[in-house]
């Protein structure tokens, strides 16, 4: 039925309004539809938003939903495997574009930063930036600060033109190939989040600290073990071990 959408083009407007979702906004189990999803949309929210994954419970706790849940905004949650296939082929509804929360092109809402996590100065800001860039040298596209982390570190979000990320999983799956030069992540830090504050810290007394660059590295194979593309977990282990071992001294 879904498959229909990109097959029966004569019937591909009223196939779409058959489709169903569960989204953060309803019950396990239960469904709506896009036009339901669009009625309930705030006035100024300008896309359909979605996120994709292995089950519910798995896309739930993905930290790109943070800023989405902070600001009561509905994403369908996509669980289905054939959802993948369809959902980024409507590329629209009712003239609002579907965006994947994991993707970079999308507009936040500029907020007022809450009490008590206050991000870092700009100056050190990109000094912190300059030194991730530095550490993780070609691992990623980009390093930039983020805006849709409230209470993670850090998070992998895909350019604009990428594959979703769920659909890169199932291609890998498939073995149809491999992550090239064209799909590294962009790497998004909370500046606000106290672990990245501490790094900070660190970079002032000492941009080359080793301490530091693990770190920096330890956070980017949790962000990739979160993505679903973590490849060496001994390596991560291994230096989780070390950095314990120095934090417990």
Do not use: W
Not at 13 to 33: A, C, N
Not at 128 to 157: H, N, Y
Not at 170 to 198: D, R, T
Request: glycine share 4%; net charge negative; aromatic share 6%.
């Amino acid at each position: 039925f879904k498959s229909g959408v990109n097959m029966d083009f004569e019937n591909r407007d009223r196939l779409i309004e058959l489709l169903r979702f569960e989204t953060t906004m309803t019950e396990k189990d239960k469904v709506t539809s896009l036009k339901s999803y669009v009625s309930r949309m705030p006035e100024d929210q300008k896309e359909i938003y979605y996120l994709s994954g292995e089950s519910r419970e798995i896309v739930e706790k993905n930290p790109n939903l943070e800023y989405f849940k902070k600001n009561n905004l509905e994403v369908l949650l996509l669980t289905d495997p054939m959802d993948i296939f369809v959902l980024p082929s409507i590329n629209e509804y009712d003239k609002k574009p579907l965006k994947s929360i994991e993707k970079a092109d999308l507009d936040f809402k500029k907020e007022t930063i809450e009490d008590g996590k206050e991000a870092l100065s700009e100056n050190l800001s990109k000094t912190l930036i300059d030194v991730f860039k530095e550490t993780l040298g070609d691992k990623v596209a980009d390093v930039i600060e983020s805006k849709r982390l409230v209470d993670s570190p850090a998070t992998l979000v895909s350019g604009a033109d990428a594959l979703d990320p769920q659909m890169e999983r199932l291609m890998k799956m498939m073995n149809q190939g491999q992550a090239g030069p064209g799909q590294k992540k962009i790497f998004e830090i909370n500046l606000s989040h106290p672990l990245v504050k501490n790094l900070g810290k660190m970079v002032i007394a000492d941009d080359k600290d080793p301490f530091l660059r693990n770190c920096i590295s330890q956070l980017y194979d949790n962000a990739l073990l979160i993505d679903g593309n973590l490849e060496s977990p001994v390596d991560m282990v291994k230096r989780m071990t070390e950095i314990m071992e120095k934090a417990t001294k």
